[in-house]
């Protein structure tokens, strides 16, 4: 009973999480990608990276969001099981369970994946140029914090750029 417990509620959080997500991208529209976009020219104008270092960090990046892409839709996917799942009349313990661990392993998926891409840009940077990338992300999360509405939620800012 706790383990489905715990299962609804991490689906529920997660259901949340992905329409706010959603709804705060669609209320700020351009304005504030302007804002991200000035704040990341700022930042690789002083990484001051070369162009083999450019090649490399655009390389990382597609195959990434390529990546991306389908550990997306395999999350969807998941979802969309365990959905069917619950609105069956008697769905199983061990089938939901089975379900839910299955969605959890294609999170932890996406979470490994967007780590050791976040991994692979910062070993094409030098010592330098890591430390410059560190002040330029506090600032960036300072200003998330602050928020354009006081309290820095909603605001569909990430306080990271395209790498």
Excluded: W
């Amino acid at each position: 009973m706790r383990t489905s417990v715990i299962a609804l509620i991490t689906i529920f959080l997660f259901a949340t999480m992905f329409v706010s997500e959603s709804n705060a991208q669609g209320r700020m529209g351009k304005r504030q990608g302007m804002r991200t976009g000035q704040n990341c020219t700022k930042m690789f104008t002083a990484l001051n990276l070369t162009d083999t270092q450019k090649d490399k960090i655009t390389s990382l990046r597609e195959s990434h969001q390529k990546a991306m892409i389908d550990l997306r839709a395999q999350v969807q996917k998941d979802m969309l099981d365990l959905k069917e799942l619950k609105t069956n009349e008697n769905p199983s313990r061990n089938d939901v369970l089975s379900a839910v661990e299955k969605l959890n392993k294609s999170k932890d998926a996406m979470a490994l994946a967007r780590a050791n891409h976040q991994m692979d840009v910062r070993e094409v940077l030098t010592l330098e140029q890591r430390k410059t990338f560190k002040e330029f992300q506090g600032q960036m999360m300072g200003k998330h914090r602050k928020g354009m509405r006081g309290n820095g939620m909603g605001n569909g800012y990430r306080g990271r750029c395209n790498f």
